[in-house]
């Protein structure tokens, strides 16, 4: 089945720590994208890339950080900089340019204790 | 500069009722794309339709159909004879063709379908 995995699905960390978010594709997507949505709010673009090494950061790219080595991979790492990591992260891929259709991973929500 | 608006936070209606999701956008281009998108309660968001800014027309899927109307900057999405499975959270969102490969997204709206 082609589509957009992310791990873990719950991730608790605690104050200081960095954390490494998974997202993988199968659907040979050139596009990648990071959002973060926080509770009654819609989704706000940290990180994209259109193509591999290569990437741009969003509109809250403060305390986070990507790499595009593969095709098929965009790891999101969350720093200890980031000052209110608690949020649900969702990963989408699309065909390559912004006005493509993005499709979405399942999300995981992220706890700082 | 782009934006979308979803100025209804949470609607209510009972099972086999007709809603209207609105979603009002800001664009200065006329090359654009509208969404929709549904998020259930396990959280991912799920794909429903896009349309271009040069295709006017009414489009019906199902109980679904969405309403897209340039002269009021609109595109609002009705679910005819509403089930429990259509609770969730639905986002409209605006992309702009050739500018920041982005897409903007309102803040949704939580539909709750009492059985």
């Known amino acids: 089945d082609g589509g957009i995995t992310q791990s873990p699905k719950y991730l608790f960390r605690k104050e200081g720590q960095n954390v490494t978010l998974s997202c993988e594709q199968n659907l040979n997507h050139d596009a990648m994208y990071w959002y973060r949505q926080d509770p009654g709010q819609g989704l706000r673009l940290i990180y994209y890339s259109q193509i591999v090494n290569d990437f741009q950061k969003g509109d809250i790219a403060e305390g986070y950080s990507v790499s595009r080595e593969k095709k098929e991979s965009f790891p999101l790492t969350v720093t200890s900089a980031q000052k209110n990591p608690t949020a649900f992260y969702l990963c989408a891929s699309s065909g390559g340019t912004g006005t493509d259709t993005q499709y979405f991973g399942p999300g995981t929500r992220l706890t700082v204790l | 500069a782009q934006k979308v608006t979803q100025a209804q936070t949470e609607i209510s209606v009972v099972e086999k009722e007709d809603v209207t999701l609105d979603c009002v956008y800001e664009?200065?281009?006329?090359?654009?794309?509208l969404f929709w998108y549904k998020q259930p309660p396990s959280g991912e968001l799920v794909f429903l339709i896009r349309?271009?800014?040069?295709?006017?027309q009414n489009e019906i899927s199902g109980r679904y159909s969405w309403n897209f109307q340039k002269s009021t900057s609109s595109f609002n999405f009705t679910i005819t004879a509403s089930q429990v499975v259509d609770s969730a959270v639905y986002f409209c969102a605006l992309s702009e063709a050739g500018r920041d490969d982005k897409i903007i997204f309102g803040k949704g709206t939580r539909l709750h379908i009492l059985p």
């Open positions: 664009t200065r281009d006329t090359t654009y794309y």
């Open positions: 349309r271009n800014s040069f295709d006017e």
